[in-house]
Structure formats: C-alpha cells, structure tokens
C-alpha cells in the first residue's frame, strides 16, 4: 500500500515537473486536462457497460452465496453433531469441510476472475475510444498537454490527491470531449 502512495506521488511530482518545464522552456505550450471520471459517470455507454456488469456480477454472487450456504450449512450441522460423531466420523466429516472449504475458496477464486475479465471485456473498448478522444481534441486543437484530472483513489492513509492541484476551468476539455463521444453515435 505504501508502494501505491509513493507511485500516486510520483505521478503527481513527474505531471508538475513536465508541465512546469514545459512552460519555462516555451511560453506558448497549451495545457488543457479532463475529469475522466465524470466522463465515466455521465457516457452512456460507459454506465450501460457497467450495468451490465454489474447485473453478470449479481448472478455470480448469487451463485456463490449458494456454494458458501451451502458450506456454512454444512459446517453448522458438523458443530452440532460433532461430540456425538465417533472419531473415525469426525475425522472424515472435518476432511470433507476443509475440502469443501478449499472447493469454495476456489469459485470465489475464479468468479472474481472471471469478473474482471468480464468488466474488462465490457470497458476497455471504451476507454480505448475516449482515449483516442482526447488525442483527436488535443491534436485538432493544438495542445502540447492535456492531464487525467480525476482523482487519484483513497490510499491506506486516508489521503486524497490527484495529479493537478489547480486548474484553470477554462482548460476543461470534458465538454469537448462530450462532444465528440456524441459525433461517434
């Protein structure tokens, strides 16, 4: 987790660093950023591809809350008999429960694999498209820098950053980039 702040600060230092020495090397390179993440939470088809992942990931916690009932279930009628069980029976019942236990450790294993290639088949598409996006704006446009302005998610300690601290509002590109997304319908 500390690796994952020191690399978020790294980005944030190394994005300051260029565009700082962009600006001293030629006043006139153009800076514009995007809020990727309000991209992501207002295209349509961005939050269609996530409902449907999310309605896949219903079924999958559905069937796994099925498997794991079935294993507590199991579990609870061992604790229950298990003074009454004979040695021989308690020792094969406890074998059966950890292979059980093994066996449901295993589909969550592979239904959260399964989940984010899911996810990833659904949304790499499109951030590829609003990738190429924002080079087609940037590019017709004539900007030397355009910054992923999002933030950067929560760290272990609490903190929360983003690679721009300041931004003048006129630099948002988020618009633009709207617009384009709409002309690709």
Do not use: C, H
């Amino acid at each position: 987790m500390r690796n994952r702040l020191r690399i978020g600060l790294a980005v944030v230092i190394g994005t300051l660093s260029i565009v700082a020495m962009a600006d001293s090397a030629d006043a006139q390179s153009k800076v514009g950023w995007v809020d990727l993440d309000r991209i992501l939470a207002e295209y349509e088809e961005f939050r269609t591809a996530e409902e449907l992942f999310r309605q896949d990931a219903a079924l999958w916690e559905a069937d796994f809350d099925s498997v794991q009932e079935i294993y507590f279930t199991k579990v609870e009628d061992y604790q229950k008999q298990r003074l009454l069980l004979s040695e021989d029976t308690r020792k094969q019942r406890e074998q059966e429960l950890a292979d059980m236990e093994r066996s449901v450790i295993t589909v969550k294993t592979q239904l959260e694999q399964k989940a984010e290639q899911r996810r990833a088949e659904l949304t790499n598409p499109i951030l590829q498209r609003i990738q190429e996006v924002v080079e087609l704006v940037a590019t017709e446009e004539d900007y030397d820098y355009i910054i992923n302005a999002s933030q950067i998610y929560m760290t272990p300690n609490g903190l929360q950053f983003a690679p721009i601290m300041y931004a003048k509002k006129k630099l948002d590109l988020t618009d633009r980039v709207f617009e384009e997304l709409g002309k690709l319908k």
